[in-house]
């Protein structure tokens, strides 16, 4: 492959000195952390993030994430309605308060979970969707792990204090970005900021998230704490197209964990901006090609590629185009035919695939001759060289 640096490309490159590493810049008091930037996939800040600590309510995001797959299957609805067991019913901690002789519908067992944090309504959930807890935790696990969250264990649907339940807070970001694009549907449930189901529980109403009542776009997901685990937060925000989210677990108090979620959402929204670099079928750069209808082929962007570039950059970074030269005809369009690598001080390299602009047939006799020649005069020169 040919590298060709482009120079032509500076202007729009200047802007993408973008995502050095996040964390000289901003200190934490959790003792595991995650942000992203969930618009363009940039990770703002990661500490301990790949660490296997103890959710505790924070893991029923993949509780609900089990019950919202068995809606979209159609296992069950809204108006579904699950028995109350005797096990669930005994659940400490934070409850709905249901008994027995309840028939809660999943809609009320997902507003029960996420604002009352209702370790009976899990049970239920459990238990109506695998049988028994130990079953569905199973399950919980296995699903975890296909979704790519491998840090993660489960033991019960609660997050009740256990040995075998665990979680990191990148997978805990994983399940949070899920939970927010696979589920729109049923996203809004997480800023929901009270529920009482049937005046049971008149002091367990109100949603724990902290956030969710300071106007700064805050709409979502799961607190947790015990003693074990320290106090803990999964929570998301959108400011004018841009969404944030984070998860952070160790803390010392609910002040301590409402003011590193709000001092979080804060820097990430006001130290970070969005810009677009390159556009969908924008022309980079042109490759020859051998036994074709035409001699030269353009590449192009693949894709649109929005960036996140700190708000104070002012440096530059440089960029080379890969590509192979020549190309051997046929050429379907769309094919992927090199990518620009863009260097960035102290992060990988940043890849983006290059493709044909033009779909290319092969040609007749006089394309067939013209390769021929070139890769004569190119063997010749190659000889000469070496003399």
């Not at 959930?125 to 807890?133: I, N």
Request: aromatic share 6%; with cysteine; proline share 5%.
């Amino acid at each position: 492959m040919r590298p060709t640096f482009l120079s032509a490309l500076a202007g729009a490159l200047a802007l993408m000195a973008l995502s050095v590493p996040a964390e000289a810049s901003f200190e934490t008091r959790a003792g595991a952390a995650y942000v992203v930037d969930q618009t363009t996939g940039t990770v703002l800040l990661s500490k301990n993030a790949d660490q296997p600590v103890p959710p505790a309510s924070m893991s029923k995001l993949m509780t609900l994430n089990m019950l919202f797959e068995a809606l979209r299957d159609g296992r069950v609805t809204l108006e579904t309605q699950f028995s109350v067991s005797a096990r669930a019913m005994s659940m400490g901690g934070s409850t709905m308060f249901l008994n027995e002789r309840d028939r809660p519908t999943v809609e009320d067992l997902i507003q029960g979970i996420i604002v009352q944090s209702g370790n009976d309504a899990c049970v239920v959930v459990a238990e109506g969707l695998a049988g028994t807890e130990e079953a569905f935790a199973r399950l919980m696990t296995e699903r975890a792990h296909a979704l790519g969250m491998t840090n993660s264990t489960f033991a019960n649907a609660s997050g009740w204090p256990h040995p075998n339940q665990r979680m990191s807070m990148h997978d805990l970001g994983i399940l949070a970005t899920r939970l927010i694009d696979e589920f729109p549907e049923y996203y809004g449930f997480f800023g929901e900021r009270e529920y009482d189901y049937d005046g049971r529980a008149p002091q367990n109403r109100f949603n724990r998230n902290p956030l969710l009542k300071l106007g700064i776009g805050a709409d979502g997901l799961k607190t947790g704490h015990t003693q074990e685990a320290g106090y803990g937060l999964v929570g998301s925000a959108l400011q004018n197209g841009r969404r944030v989210t984070f998860v952070i677990s160790g803390l010392e108090s609910t002040e301590q964990r409402a003011e590193e979620g709000e001092r979080i959402i804060n820097w990430a929204f006001r130290q970070f901006v969005q810009r677009g670099v390159l556009r969908r079928g924008e022309r980079l750069a042109e490759t020859d090609v051998w036994m074709g209808e035409i001699e030269k082929v353009g590449l192009v962007a693949k894709d649109d590629l929005d960036v996140l570039l700190p708000a104070v950059v002012r440096d530059t970074v440089e960029a080379e185009v890969h590509f192979h030269d020549p190309v051997l005809a046929p050429i379907e369009a769309g094919q992927e035919l090199g990518e620009l690598v863009i260097q960035r001080p102290d992060m990988e390299p940043l890849r983006v695939p290059l493709v044909a602009e033009r779909e290319v047939a092969r040609g007749g006799f006089v394309p067939r001759l013209r390769t021929a020649t070139e890769v004569f005069l190119r063997w010749a020169e190659k000889k000469a060289a070496d003399l």
